[in-house]
């Protein structure tokens, strides 16, 4: 399929256009049509045929209405329960509330641990985790997203944790809102959070985040990853991560513009779909100001990680 | 495909050591039981007009699986229930277990409040409470019987059913067999739809490869682009797969090889019921034909072929008539080819057929995507050709796959991933995965009922249903909408006849099952049209049948593969007298 070099330019891509993405004509209509529409004029069919399937396609109408069947008027719902004719109302309106419930209306959730991977380089060794979960139905849903590093050893450079409420929008993307707080680095902050996530066309997943911190500062933040199958449990996961900041923060090492990169390359063997070992690169970029910052503050600007974790969910 | 097969290699020889131990702890019916003679004479058959059943919790295992099951009379499958066509009968029903349950007598016609559906027609059977059903037998055939409440029936809450006729049996057999086929896994059924809900493609392990790429498997990196480009996985042909699911015949796994008895030179009879809670199979007897004789406990005109698929909730009866005293295996092979299971067919016990390989799994195509291309050149074997110019001949109809100008009445939303373009006909096409068998497949168009309908009324309206799904957030719903939505009931008028058209707007088939009414199936064949409870609607295509709403109250209306079901995939249909809604 796509060499993993292509795959990670497209998963990169892949953010810049959430924008537009987010626009439900421009996802249905655009890019779920067939690559190529069919021509049918350059097909000989018989003309028997031909006629039958344009009287077919020009009012999409079932053939079996064809056969002088009418339409016809459908009687009214009727608003009250056969059943309670013969059981008690109380007792069927019981069962009738848990089935209803059961067909379609269960709650259900997930925990997952992403990223939890122990970073080699240059320098001191790194712990880095990625986790979300959440909690609902089909459509409305409760969320968390947290993420943190630090040095083995050392102090917790980040650790952020947003609580979300999510919603589905179309077949493929999910709208959120929440609150952000970062517990490191100091000083800690909050942020009032809006994103977007979910499945792009090509089976990238992809998402957006926009923050505004209590102290005026805007963020924006595209994600996306490409799970590349080699074999049913062997799986190479391209992944990208961009930031972006309205302003510089110079207390938090952030500077206006791109400010950072991250590319990674992770290996994983599902040895169950919830549990998966990996071993991958990791490389990060600081640009701009946030690269003048985190030099004057004696670190380096780019840094590149062999990475070891395990992925698992449940 | 390694690993399913690996299990099977492996719970063989393990199967084959323990068969002794196995026994043991494994409680079957006489009639399931390995080495039966069959039904007539058959010990331990439930008959007459008062049966007592208990619904309880047991232990089960196969091929080395094993988990709670919930059981009948303690048993797995429940016992055979066999009845008289004319009789009446008091089925008092007792749950031993924590939670609530319930029966459902599928495909008998029974007074609404006799139908065993929780909320819908009763309020169930709460924990330690006895519930009487009571009904006369109007009808013969082979049908079957198991839980409306939970995933119970996922678990093993299910039977068969067996009615004889009033009159001389036009099948013509020196012996029968009942063949209950079903689907098992140790992981319980709220788990299973858990990981589903968590990711669509959790037990697909037949997914297309980079490996298979390079190995030249499956589609060209083109193909596999466009796919990609919609989103759309060719492989998705099951939701839960053998990876996790052991198959059986009558509660044995192919290592526990469920053997049934004949002598040669006898017709046998094989009533063949897909208990399955999500697994549609292949069927086959390799080296004997199959004469189709019944359908959904209705006589069909006799029929031979040599395969055909079941789909959940169909009963299909057969005849087949061995031509040496050797054995011979009945084989069962999930849809997907993530599994299979054997049984056998022998003159004495202790023979054991062939275990066949599992054949390639099959791809999904443009036909499964609901794009009829049949009045166009399919060029060389029916592979279309993309690479065509684009083109408006089409009077404006392009080939989206979510264009909601094809059927305006589904509700849009995260819940509808795809519409189908250009549903077809597909009830003579061969299911999924037999497109090209070298044998003769059976499909619906060869279904011709024997006795003609007795309403030949020219259906007063028509009622389109679309089956509608997003594979990626499991979400499955009729015309979008899932029963927990708030759906209004489906109205019918007593005793109108309705054609109604089943719209497969997913990549899946469906089985879709009303309660307390049979319909035919349009195939052509007018008052011979097959009669029929449960209709598999093949993916990306349409089924019509006209239904005479001749049994007042509210019924159930639903996909039955199981999950399918859970995920809302249901509505209450309602027959009430012109005029009487509330």
């Known amino acids: ?314 | 495909m390694p690993t399913s097969s690996s299990i099977d290699r492996r719970s063989l020889i393990r199967g084959t050591a323990g068969l002794g131990a196995l026994a043991l702890v494994r409680a079957f019916p006489a009639w399931a039981q390995s080495g039966s003679a069959g039904l007539t004479p058959a010990p331990g058959v439930l008959s007459g007009e008062q049966i007592a059943l208990t619904v309880g919790e047991s232990h089960f295992q196969t091929g080395g699986r094993s988990a709670h099951a919930i059981t009948i009379n303690g048993t797995l499958p429940a016992p055979l229930i066999r009845l008289k066509e004319g009789q009446n009968v008091r089925l008092s029903v007792t749950n031993s277990l924590k939670e609530d349950t319930s029966i459902h007598w599928h495909g008998l016609i029974v007074p609404f409040q006799m139908d065993g559906v929780p909320g819908i027609s009763f309020p169930g059977i709460r924990p330690g409470e006895t519930f009487t059903y009571e009904f006369p037998i109007r009808q013969s055939g082979t049908y079957w019987y198991h839980s409306h409440s939970g995933m119970q029936e996922a678990m093993g809450h299910y039977g068969p059913i067996v009615i004889d006729p009033a009159g001389a049996d036009p099948v013509q057999a020196t012996r029968e067999h009942v063949i209950i086929l079903s689907d098992w896994s140790p992981v319980h059924p709220h788990v299973l739809l858990k990981r589903l809900k968590q990711s669509g493609g959790y037990y697909n392990m037949q997914r297309q490869t980079l490996a298979g790429l390079l190995a030249g498997k499956d589609q060209s990196a083109k193909e596999r682009l466009e796919w990609g480009a919609m989103r759309m996985d060719p492989t998705d042909i099951s939701d839960v797969t053998g990876s996790t699911y052991s198959f059986l015949v009558n509660g044995h796994g192919t290592a526990e090889n469920w053997t049934g008895l004949f002598t040669l030179g006898e017709r046998v009879r094989l009533r063949i019921i897909n208990a399955s809670a999500m697994t549609n199979f292949n069927v086959r007897v390799p080296g004997l034909a199959m004469t189709v004789v019944q359908c959904d406990g209705q006589h069909v005109q006799p029929v031979e072929t040599d395969e055909f698929q079941i789909g959940i909730a169909e009963t299909y009866d057969v005849v087949v008539q061995p031509v040496e005293a050797k054995a011979y295996g009945l084989i069962a092979e999930a849809i997907d080819r993530s599994g299979l299971v054997r049984a056998t067919l022998a003159p004495r016990i202790g023979m054991a057929a062939e275990v066949p390989a599992l054949r390639e799994r099959p791809l999904l195509g443009m036909k499964d995507m609901g794009m009829d291309m049949s009045g166009m050149d399919m060029g060389q074997g029916g592979v279309i050709d993309l690479s065509q110019p684009a083109n408006e001949s089409m009077a404006g109809h392009s080939m989206k796959m979510l264009d909601p100008s094809v059927a305006p009445q589904v509700k849009m939303g995260p819940g509808v991933a795809t519409l189908s373009p250009m549903p077809a006909d597909r009830t003579a096409d061969r299911p999924t995965g037999l497109e090209n068998v070298e044998h003769r497949v059976l499909t619906y168009a060869d279904l011709k009922s024997l006795e003609p309908f007795k309403d030949t009324r020219t259906p007063s309206r028509t009622l389109d249903i679309h089956l509608t799904a997003n594979m990626e957030r499991y979400m499955w719903s009729f015309d979008g909408v899932k029963l927990s939505d708030g759906a209004e009931p489906i109205a019918f008028r007593h005793m109108e006849r309705v054609r109604v058209n089943l719209i497969n707007d997913t990549m899946m088939p469906h089985p879709i099952h009303i309660h307390g009414h049979f319909f035919q199936l349009v195939t052509g064949k007018g008052e011979h049209d097959p009669v029929k409870h449960t209709v598999n609607v093949l993916p990306g295509g349409k089924v019509s049948f006209d239904i005479t709403a001749d049994a007042l109250g509210d019924w159930a209306f639903h996909c039955h593969m199981l999950m399918h079901m859970h995920a809302g995939m249901m509505r209450v249909v309602t027959v009430r007298h012109e005029g009487e809604a509330a």
């Open chain 1, 1 to 314: 399929m796509l060499a993993p070099a292509a795959a990670l330019l497209l998963a990169s891509v892949a953010g810049p256009g959430l924008a537009q993405k987010m626009d439900h004509s421009q996802m249905d209509h655009g890019s779920m049509a067939m690559p190529q529409e069919e021509d049918h004029s350059a097909h000989e069919a018989p003309a028997q045929e031909n006629s039958a399937a344009d009287n077919a396609h020009a009012g999409h109408s079932m053939p079996a209405s064809d056969d002088g069947i009418p339409k016809g008027v459908a009687p009214a719902p009727p608003k009250d329960h056969a059943a309670e004719a013969y059981y008690s109302p109380a007792e069927m309106a019981r069962s009738r509330a848990a089935m209803l419930k059961e067909n379609g209306g269960m709650t259900f959730s997930q925990l997952m641990l992403d990223r939890l991977e122990y970073r080699l380089g240059k320098g001191a060794d790194g712990y880095h985790w990625e986790g979300e979960g959440w909690i609902g139905g089909d459509i409305n849903r409760l969320a968390f997203k947290t993420e943190g590093e630090g040095e083995i050893g050392g102090p917790l450079e980040s650790a952020e944790v947003q609580a979300l409420y999510s919603r589905a929008i179309d077949p493929w993307f999910n709208l959120e809102a929440g609150v952000r707080h970062d517990i490191r680095p100091d000083p800690q902050r909050s942020y009032a959070v809006i994103g977007i996530e979910g499945l792009a066309p090509y089976w990238f997943e992809v998402g957006a985040q926009a923050f505004l911190s209590t102290k005026g500062d805007a963020h924006l933040r595209l994600e996306g990853s490409y799970d590349q199958r080699l074999t049913q449990r062997l799986i190479l996961q391209p992944a990208a991560e961009v930031n972006i900041a309205a302003q510089d923060v110079p207390e938090l090492g952030i500077g206006s513009g791109l400010s950072d990169i991250e590319l990674g390359l992770r290996l994983r063997y599902e040895f169950a779909r919830e549990f998966a070992p990996y071993l991958g690169v990791n490389w990060e970029r600081k640009l701009g100001d946030s690269a003048r910052y985190a030099r004057a503050h004696g670190d380096r600007a780019s840094v590149t990680s062999f990475v070891m974790g395990v992925r698992f969910w449940f």
